[in-house]
């Protein structure tokens, strides 16, 4: 980002800001990325939003309308309701299994079971699926399950055939409490595996194979099961364009890529940009750091003012005023954290310090609001908190 942006920023801050920390979407930007991301996306993947990653209804509206689409992954129970007030016919897959008692104080608070939200129950092993049938039994009612397989990132699900033909076996024993949905596997570690162990190619295409082994499985023993509304789950937001160029899934998880937060800042997302920014008023200046106990180095020369801001140690980096950086020995704080900003900056109380987020998840739930900026107004948007 330039200067002058951040500087504009700023100013429209001091008029109209709140003298707190606040968490800034670039509105213009996201719809930008919403757009990119709307061209790369073929017919035959369905979008899906990470709630988690977009934790606020009016993101999450924004692109569903831009993206035409009323699937989301959730990854926290009480977002359910909310999802399901705001979109009535969401498709909702549950991102990882949800322990017995969570889910079964959920069904115990919804009396009317035959308007209950479309959900996909995440199964990762058989015992976990013994538990959800038996909580089917008990409810009457059937659950719709999608398995959680692994294609390499060793973070549980089934890791082997006999495995997954076990669950298999007994959703098909069960068919009146239990219903197969689909599939879904994570691919995160093909973006993050050092290129000396594995190439980010290979590591894909190694994923998409195990994946591929899975869907035969259904298909050819247990044809059943198979049906053309399946949902085959994968991908993220550092695959969305591996994906995006060839997929054996059908349903692709995407949500920090529209943001962009720092821990994104891959090549295969060079054309997004980061919408997200936290600005927090400046408190104090001094014309240096001083370490208490070693006054003495108050007579050396200095580089750099000490600047102490309203909060901090979030999970973000010091974009703006540029060449800023955290001092080695004085400590973090999310009271009054110290920044050395350059001598030669002209920064004053009251002045705002931007920092990008290394991942919109983390940093989302922390604010009660989102400012969704255009040059010149802010508009206010509720983030789940929860």
């Known amino acids: 980002m330039q200067s002058n942006y951040f500087q504009q920023l700023n100013q429209h801050l001091q008029q109209q800001g709140t003298g707190t920390p606040q968490l800034i979407l670039d509105l213009a930007q996201y719809q930008r990325n919403l757009e990119i991301v709307q061209s790369k996306l073929p017919v035959q993947l369905k979008p899906r939003l990470v709630v988690k990653s977009l934790a606020s209804m009016q993101l999450l509206k924004l692109a569903s309308d831009q993206l035409n689409t009323r699937r989301f992954m959730l990854f926290h129970l009480p977002h359910i309701l909310s999802i399901h007030a705001a979109f009535p016919q969401a498709d909702i897959l549950l991102g990882k299994p949800m322990p017995i008692q969570a889910v079964e104080r959920f069904y115990q608070a919804r009396s009317d079971h035959d308007h209950s939200p479309y959900i996909q129950w995440l199964i990762d092993d058989l015992g976990r699926l013994q538990q959800y049938l038996q909580l089917a039994q008990w409810f009457n009612i059937c659950l719709n399950v999608n398995i959680e397989i692994d294609v390499g990132l060793h973070r549980g699900g089934v890791q082997n055939p006999q495995q997954f033909l076990a669950l298999l076996k007994l959703i098909q024993q069960h068919s009146t409490h239990l219903k197969l949905t689909g599939l879904m596997g994570y691919d995160a570690h093909v973006a993050k595996l050092p290129s000396f162990l594995k190439s980010a190619e290979?590591?894909?295409?190694?994923?998409?194979?195990?994946?591929?082994?899975?869907?035969?499985?259904?298909?050819?023993?247990?044809?059943?099961?198979?049906?053309?509304?399946?949902?085959?789950?994968?991908?993220?937001?550092?695959?969305?364009?591996?994906?995006?160029?060839?997929?054996?899934?059908?349903?692709?998880?995407?949500?920090?890529?529209?943001?962009?937060?720092?821990?994104?800042?891959?090549?295969?997302?060079?054309?997004?940009?980061?919408?997200?920014?936290?600005?927090?008023?400046?408190?104090?200046?001094?014309?240096?750091s001083q370490l208490p106990g070693l006054e003495m180095l108050n007579h050396f020369p200095h580089k750099y003012k000490a600047v102490f801001l309203y909060g901090g140690y979030w999970q973000a980096d010091y974009i703006y005023p540029e060449k800023s950086k955290l001092h080695g020995l004085y400590g973090r704080s999310s009271n009054q954290e110290m920044l050395l900003v350059p001598k030669s900056c002209e920064i004053e109380r009251d002045d705002y310090v931007f920092l990008r987020p290394t991942q919109s998840e983390a940093v989302i739930p922390q604010f009660a609001q989102l400012y969704a900026y255009t040059p010149g107004k802010f508009e206010v948007w509720d983030n789940f908190r929860e």
């Open 202 to 288: 290979k590591s894909y295409q190694q994923s998409q194979q195990s994946y591929q082994q899975y869907q035969d499985i259904i298909r050819q023993q247990f044809p059943n099961l198979w049906h053309e509304d399946l949902c085959f789950n994968g991908g993220g937001s550092p695959t969305f364009m591996q994906h995006c160029q060839q997929s054996v899934c059908n349903d692709l998880a995407f949500g920090s890529l529209l943001l962009k937060p720092g821990d994104f800042e891959l090549a295969s997302l060079a054309q997004l940009q980061c919408a997200l920014w936290i600005a927090t008023p400046v408190l104090k200046v001094l014309r240096h």
